[in-house]
């Protein structure tokens, strides 16, 4: 079990890098889950438990100071702990939380610590001193990267064993909550998506989509396949308007589309 854990550890410190540095995505739930569950011998389970992860994390966008709960513990945390448990992805994203708020806030106390080194910063640059920076630059991703392979690490080095010991002396009424918690937190993570991104024009397309999986029993990826059909259509009948419309010089700010209606 200390190769997996290892291997989880690199994982979560280059996942731990990328949500602060890279943003390449790699360290979303979606991505996490299946590679955590190859790690763990569980790849069916890792994917399962990585698209649930995923829909909790799906609107939660740090902004400025708002950080959200973790993603990249949140979602190691919560995979591994299915895995290792056997538990269904609804409870581990009860547990998944709790470890990913606890995570944020070491990170915010780490960001708080790392205030000064921008006065350094500021000072090298009045020297013109750009490998000064460059070192200090690289402090933060290496720091991190010890961090998120720590945490991670510990949880899978103690082993399944365990990990279920702990579950089983949970009660059973906690574990039934955090089942029905996991199973809201999707929907609150969708209510914060569309609270961004939401416009009154959107409206009847959101309601065909419900009405197509509540009533009529479709599956989500047949819902899926009919909106991205009405989106292409939408975007090649708008690209053959504007090519087909006059041109009437640059265009004017007024004229933009307002995307601020229905948030």
């Known amino acids: 079990m200390i190769m997996e854990a290892i291997l989880v550890g690199l994982w979560a410190g280059i996942a731990g890098i990328d949500q602060f540095v890279g943003l390449t995505h790699l360290h979303r739930p979606i991505v996490t889950g299946p590679i955590i569950g190859l790690i763990l011998g569980d790849l069916t389970l890792g994917l399962m438990a990585g698209a649930t992860l995923e829909l ?14 973790n993603v990249v513990i ?24 709790p470890f990913a708020v606890a995570a944020q806030a070491i990170i ?15 000072d090298f640059a009045r020297d013109g001193d750009t490998k000064g920076i460059d070192r200090l630059n690289y402090i933060q991703p290496v720091l991190f990267f010890i961090f998120f392979f720590v945490i991670a690490f510990l949880p899978i080095y103690f082993g399944a064993e365990q990990a279920a010991n702990i579950v089983n002396m949970l009660p059973e009424w906690l574990i039934n909550g955090l089942s029905v918690a996991g199973g809201i937190m999707p929907a609150i993570g969708f209510a914060m998506l569309l609270n961004i991104m939401f416009k009154v024009s959107y409206a009847p397309f959101f309601a065909i989509g419900f009405v197509a999986v509540a009533y009529g029993g479709l599956p989500i990826l047949a819902v899926a396949i009919v909106g991205l059909s009405i989106a292409m259509y939408d975007y090649f009948m708008n690209d053959r308007l504007q090519a087909s419309a006059p041109s009437s010089g640059p265009v004017k700010e007024d004229d933009e589309e307002d995307y601020s209606d229905g948030i």
């Open 56 to 69: 909790v994390w799906a609107g939660m966008v740090p902004l400025a100071g708002a950080q959200p709960p």
């Open 108 to 122: 915010t106390l780490i960001f708080t610590a790392f205030s000064p080194v921008m006065h350094k910063m500021d």
């Open 74 to 97: 949140g979602g190691i945390i919560g995979t591994a702990f299915a895995i290792l448990t056997g538990q269904d992805p609804d409870v581990a994203v009860g547990i998944a939380v």
